[in-house]
């Protein structure tokens, strides 16, 4: 954990410490104490003098695979010199490493990135690397050589022996998460969006769920903390909640304003240990929900499929889909921050879109639903069309404090790129990355 003294954060451990709010002095002075201590690497321990992709991705993916550990980066071998390693200058250096690590490791480790200067060496910092070790089997996509794991304190090939202790690993992970529950299965059961079956009816009509039908097509983005917390349910929390989403989305409290409130209709239910709330926009026949748990786990599902004028509902909307992500990942902060939780936790998002094609126009990307100034240039997703049908895409990532507040943009540009590629968009991540930043939203 991490104690205050005279108001300054002071680091006691690095394997096991909250490093999301510490100065950087801290991390400083930490990275030194543990170098100059005398502890010797080993499973879980590894210092290096300078960051050479090749070299230090195969730690890393050998520390997923095997008990976890920390990477430290621009320590002298003596360790007793700190010259840190250069800094981009175009770019953040926790960045570039974790866009490194996310391009030459699958599937993508749970890792936190964090740095602090080098004082004796300007324009260089130290980074650390702190991996957590997962039940899966962490390959390096460069070289023929893809499993690695730690052997002492080193980093080797997997042996045939170890690769089979890997799989069981792998394996009885597997057999056991089956058997438990899922945090989120509470509000996921039933956790749908749905469509008008006849939309020249009334909004009344349209608004009867005995004439609505449940959707393929949707936008589902789920939070779920590190370690289940416990939360006491009540009004004030629910109320809470429901003013964080009309001020998060705010495309939701336009449509109130300006007039069209008999066209939204509003609902909520409960359970026992959930809470969920529905806005259906009548007019639009656009559907969102948006419920929470006693874990303290988040989630957001709206309809993705639309239509412009009378057109047949086949489009969607890739502005649209990063609005959303935007939103649910603020709301997650919002409440996990008001619960008094800073610590990590999963963000998972599917977007299914069967059929449906993107709306564009000769330049950008362009919005459905949301009243929104965001327009992403279509250079930065290019859809590669394919002679077969891609449906759904997925993504998931570690979210961590900074990756939901000061990190909040690389969050969105990580797992959007994730979901856009398994759609088969080529996306430029640098040209994503520069639209979301100055778009004021973000």
Same mark, same amino acid.
């Given at each position: 954990?991490?104690?205050?003294?005279?108001?300054?954060?002071?680091?006691?451990?690095?394997?096991?410490?909250?490093?999301?709010?510490?100065?950087?002095?801290?991390?400083?002075?930490?990275?030194?104490?543990?170098? =100059?201590?005398?502890?010797?690497?080993?499973?879980?321990?590894?210092?290096?003098?300078?960051?050479?992709?090749?070299?230090?991705?195969?730690?890393?993916?050998?520390?997923?695979?095997?008990?976890?550990?920390?990477?430290? #980066?621009?320590?002298?071998?003596?360790?007793?010199?700190?010259?840190?390693?250069?800094?981009?200058?175009?770019?953040?250096?926790?960045?570039?490493?974790?866009?490194?690590?996310?391009?030459?490791?699958?599937? #993508?480790?749970?890792?936190?990135?964090?740095?602090?200067?080098?004082?004796?060496?300007?324009?260089?910092?130290?980074?650390?690397?702190?991996?957590?070790?997962?039940?899966?089997?962490?390959?390096?996509?460069?070289?023929?050589?893809?499993?690695?794991?730690?052997?002492?304190?080193?980093?080797?090939?997997?042996?045939?022996?170890?690769?089979?202790?890997?799989?069981? &690993?792998?394996?009885?992970?597997?057999?056991?998460?089956?058997?438990?529950?899922?945090?989120?299965?509470?509000?996921?059961?039933?956790?749908?969006?749905?469509?008008?079956?006849?939309?020249?009816?009334?909004?009344?009509?349209?608004?009867?769920?005995?004439? &609505?039908?449940?959707?393929?097509?949707?936008?589902?983005?789920?939070?779920?903390?590190?370690?289940?917390?416990?939360?006491?349910?009540?009004?004030?929390?629910?109320?809470?909640?429901?003013?964080?989403?009309?001020?998060?989305?705010?495309?939701?409290?336009?449509?109130?304003?300006?007039?069209?409130?008999?066209?939204?209709?509003?609902?909520?239910?409960?359970?026992?240990?959930?809470?969920?709330?529905?806005?259906?926009?009548?007019?639009?026949?656009? /559907?969102?929900?948006?419920?929470?748990?006693?874990?303290?786990?988040?989630?957001?599902?709206? /309809?993705?499929?639309?239509?412009?004028?009378?057109?047949?509902?086949?489009?969607?909307?890739?502005?649209?889909?990063? #609005?959303?992500?935007?939103?649910?990942?603020?709301?997650?902060?919002?409440?996990?921050?008001?619960?008094?939780?800073?610590?990590?936790?999963?963000?998972?998002?599917?977007?299914?879109?069967?059929?449906?094609?993107?709306?564009?126009?000769?330049?950008?990307?362009?919005?459905?639903?949301?009243?929104?100034?965001?327009?992403?240039?279509?250079?930065?997703? &290019?859809?590669?069309?394919?002679?077969?049908?891609?449906?759904?895409?997925?993504?998931?990532?570690?979210?961590?404090?900074?990756?939901?507040?000061? =990190?909040?943009?690389?969050?969105?540009?990580?797992?959007?790129?994730?979901?856009?590629?398994?759609? &088969?968009?080529?996306?430029?991540?640098?040209?994503?990355?520069?639209?979301?930043? =100055?778009?004021?939203?973000?």
């Amino acid at each position: 954990m991490l104690r205050c003294d005279n108001w300054n954060m002071r680091v006691l451990n690095l394997f096991t410490d909250d490093l999301t709010s510490c100065q950087r002095l801290d991390l400083h002075q930490a990275i030194v104490a543990l170098a =100059q201590s005398g502890v010797e690497e080993d499973f879980r321990l590894e210092f290096k003098e300078t960051w050479k992709a090749d070299e230090q991705c195969p730690d890393i993916a050998a520390f997923a695979n095997s008990y976890g550990g920390l990477l430290i #980066v621009g320590v002298t071998n003596d360790r007793q010199g700190f010259p840190g390693i250069p800094m981009p200058p175009r770019s953040d250096l926790k960045t570039q490493l974790d866009s490194t690590i996310a391009t030459r490791i699958s599937p #993508v480790p749970i890792c936190e990135v964090h740095t602090c200067p080098a004082p004796a060496n300007a324009g260089h910092a130290l980074a650390l690397i702190r991996v957590s070790p997962q039940p899966k089997l962490h390959l390096y996509l460069k070289g023929d050589r893809p499993v690695y794991v730690r052997n002492g304190d080193q980093t080797i090939p997997a042996r045939a022996t170890d690769l089979q202790a890997l799989l069981d &690993r792998v394996r009885n992970a597997e057999a056991s998460g089956r058997q438990l529950i899922d945090p989120s299965v509470d509000i996921a059961r039933d956790f749908y969006v749905s469509k008008a079956t006849n939309l020249s009816a009334t909004f009344a009509e349209r608004q009867d769920i005995n004439k &609505r039908w449940r959707s393929e097509t949707f936008c589902r983005v789920t939070a779920i903390p590190e370690r289940p917390l416990q939360v006491g349910l009540d009004v004030t929390l629910e109320q809470r909640f429901r003013h964080s989403i009309y001020s998060l989305y705010p495309s939701l409290a336009q449509r109130l304003l300006v007039g069209l409130g008999t066209s939204i209709a509003k609902r909520e239910d409960r359970g026992g240990s959930w809470y969920r709330y529905h806005h259906l926009d009548l007019q639009r026949d656009h /559907e969102g929900v948006w419920a929470f748990n006693s874990a303290g786990t988040i989630q957001y599902i709206c /309809e993705a499929s639309g239509r412009v004028g009378t057109d047949a509902a086949d489009l969607w909307s890739l502005v649209d889909f990063f #609005v959303n992500l935007d939103g649910t990942l603020r709301l997650t902060h919002e409440m996990w921050t008001s619960l008094g939780y800073f610590g990590a936790g999963r963000f998972v998002v599917q977007l299914s879109v069967p059929k449906l094609v993107p709306i564009i126009n000769e330049t950008h990307y362009q919005p459905l639903f949301h009243e929104t100034s965001l327009l992403i240039p279509r250079d930065a997703a &290019r859809n590669l069309y394919a002679n077969y049908e891609v449906s759904t895409g997925r993504g998931e990532l570690l979210l961590t404090y900074d990756g939901r507040t000061s =990190q909040r943009t690389e969050t969105l540009v990580t797992v959007g790129n994730q979901v856009l590629r398994d759609l &088969r968009f080529g996306v430029d991540v640098a040209a994503l990355r520069g639209v979301l930043q =100055q778009f004021s939203a973000f």
